[in-house]
C-alpha cells in the first residue's frame, strides 16, 4: 500500500501500475484516495482509510449472508445512506470537493461517482460483484447479489432502479427519444470509473476558467489510462491554446500513435500538428 502522506513520485507510480491492470477491478476507493491527495498534498490517509474499513466492518455486522438478497442490498444502504449519512450534494452540485473522496469523506455529500465508488468498495467488501454501469450523465452501480442483479442510484440514497425507472431517467437525462439499450447499463472497467471521476474535476476547471489546472487533471488521467487518444489530443488542444507549442505538438503526435483506423480523425489531427510546427518556425 502506498505511504499515507503520498508525494508526487508515489502519486505517478501508483497510477501508472493501473493502467497495467487494465479492466481488473481494483481498490476502487483506495485508487480514489490517491487521486484526492492532489488536492490536499500532505493531507495523511490514514484517517479516511479508517473509515472505509469501518464501512465494511458495519456492512458485516448488518447484513445477513442467510437474508433475501433485497435484505442485503437494504442493510448495504442502510450502512451507507443512513447511519453514515452520504447523499447527494443537490444544493453545490458543481463544487469541486465533490469529486474529491477525501472530501466527500469529510462532508458526507458528493457526485453520483463518489458516492458510487464508496458503495462499490463496500459492497465487494462482503463478497459481492459490483461494477459501475455506463448509463450517460448520471453514474449508478450494479451489484450481483447471489445472481440477482440489482441497479442503484447512489446519489438518490441508494434507491434501486428497475427498468421503467431507467427509461425514465434516460429520457431526462438525454431526451423522451432515445430507448433503453443494453448498453445503457453495461458494465465498465474501474479506471473508467476513475476517469469519470476525474473527468467531472476537469471539466469544472475549464468552465472556471483554469486550464493549467485542468492539464494536470488530464495528465494524472493518462497515468492510469495512457491508451487513450482523446486524453491526448484534449491536452495537446489545451496547450496550443495556452502557446505551448511544442508541448502540444508531442501532445498530438501521442494521440496519433494510439488511434486505430479512425481515418478522418487522424487527417484533423494530423494536420493540426503541422499547423503547430508552422507556427515555431
Given at each position: 500500500?502506498?505511504?499515507s502522506?503520498?508525494?508526487?513520485?508515489?502519486?505517478?507510480a501508483?497510477?501508472?501500475?493501473?493502467?497495467?491492470?487494465?479492466?481488473?477491478?481494483?481498490?476502487?476507493?483506495?485508487?480514489?484516495?490517491?487521486?484526492?491527495?492532489?488536492?490536499r498534498?500532505?493531507?495523511?490517509?490514514?484517517?479516511?482509510?479508517?473509515?472505509?474499513?469501518?464501512?465494511?466492518?458495519a456492512?458485516?455486522?448488518?447484513?445477513?449472508?442467510?437474508?433475501?438478497?433485497?435484505?442485503?442490498?437494504?442493510?448495504?444502504?442502510?450502512?451507507?445512506?443512513?447511519?453514515?449519512?452520504?447523499?447527494?450534494?443537490?444544493?453545490?452540485?458543481?463544487?469541486?470537493?465533490?469529486?474529491?473522496?477525501?472530501?466527500?469523506?469529510?462532508?458526507?455529500?458528493?457526485?453520483?461517482?463518489?458516492l458510487?465508488?464508496?458503495?462499490?468498495?463496500?459492497?465487494?467488501?462482503?463478497?459481492?460483484?459490483?461494477?459501475?454501469?455506463?448509463?450517460?450523465?448520471?453514474?449508478?452501480?450494479?451489484?450481483?447479489?447471489?445472481?440477482?442483479r440489482?441497479?442503484?442510484?447512489?446519489?438518490?440514497?441508494?434507491?434501486?432502479?428497475?427498468a421503467?425507472?431507467?427509461r425514465?431517467?434516460?429520457?431526462?437525462?438525454?431526451?423522451?427519444?432515445?430507448?433503453?439499450?443494453?448498453h445503457?447499463?453495461?458494465?465498465?472497467?474501474?479506471?473508467?470509473?476513475?476517469?469519470?471521476?476525474?473527468?467531472?474535476?476537469?471539466?469544472?476547471?475549464?468552465?472556471d476558467?483554469?486550464?493549467?489546472?485542468?492539464l494536470?487533471?488530464?495528465?494524472?488521467?493518462?497515468?492510469?489510462?495512457?491508451?487513450?487518444?482523446a486524453?491526448?489530443?484534449?491536452?495537446?488542444?489545451?496547450?496550443?491554446?495556452?502557446?505551448?507549442?511544442?508541448t502540444?505538438?508531442?501532445?498530438?503526435?501521442?494521440?496519433?500513435?494510439?488511434?486505430?483506423?479512425?481515418d478522418?480523425?487522424?487527417?484533423?489531427?494530423?494536420?493540426l500538428a503541422?499547423?503547430?510546427?508552422?507556427?515555431?518556425?
Amino acid at each position: 500500500m502506498i505511504s499515507s502522506a503520498p508525494n508526487d513520485e508515489d502519486r505517478r507510480a501508483y497510477l501508472e501500475a493501473l493502467a497495467r491492470s487494465g479492466d481488473d477491478p481494483l481498490d476502487i476507493a483506495e485508487a480514489a484516495l490517491i487521486l484526492a491527495s492532489y488536492e490536499r498534498p500532505g493531507v495523511p490517509l490514514e484517517r479516511y482509510r479508517a473509515h472505509l474499513q469501518e464501512l465494511i466492518t458495519a456492512a458485516r455486522d448488518r447484513i445477513d449472508p442467510q437474508a433475501p438478497a433485497a435484505d442485503r442490498v437494504e442493510r448495504l444502504v442502510e450502512v451507507i445512506a443512513s447511519a453514515n449519512r452520504y447523499e447527494g450534494d443537490r444544493r453545490t452540485y458543481d463544487d469541486l470537493q465533490n469529486a474529491n473522496l477525501m472530501r466527500v469523506i469529510d462532508r458526507r455529500r458528493g457526485l453520483p461517482v463518489s458516492l458510487g465508488i464508496l458503495y462499490l468498495h463496500t459492497a465487494r467488501a462482503v463478497g459481492w460483484q459490483a461494477a459501475g454501469l455506463s448509463f450517460p450523465n448520471h453514474f449508478l452501480i450494479r451489484l450481483d447479489v447471489d445472481g440477482e442483479r440489482v441497479v442503484l442510484d447512489p446519489f438518490s440514497g441508494g434507491n434501486r432502479l428497475g427498468a421503467s425507472d431507467l427509461r425514465q431517467m434516460l429520457g431526462q437525462m438525454v431526451g423522451e427519444a432515445e430507448s433503453l439499450e443494453a448498453h445503457h447499463h453495461a458494465d465498465v472497467a474501474d479506471r473508467m470509473v476513475l476517469l469519470r471521476l476525474q473527468n467531472n474535476i476537469k471539466l469544472r476547471l475549464l468552465g472556471d476558467g483554469k486550464p493549467e489546472a485542468a492539464l494536470g487533471v488530464i495528465d494524472r488521467m493518462r497515468f492510469f489510462a495512457p491508451e487513450l487518444a482523446a486524453l491526448w489530443r484534449e491536452s495537446g488542444i489545451i496547450n496550443a491554446k495556452l502557446g505551448n507549442l511544442r508541448t502540444a505538438i508531442a501532445d498530438i503526435e501521442g494521440a496519433l500513435q494510439r488511434l486505430a483506423g479512425a481515418d478522418l480523425e487522424r487527417h484533423d489531427l494530423a494536420k493540426l500538428a503541422q499547423d503547430l510546427r508552422s507556427r515555431l518556425n
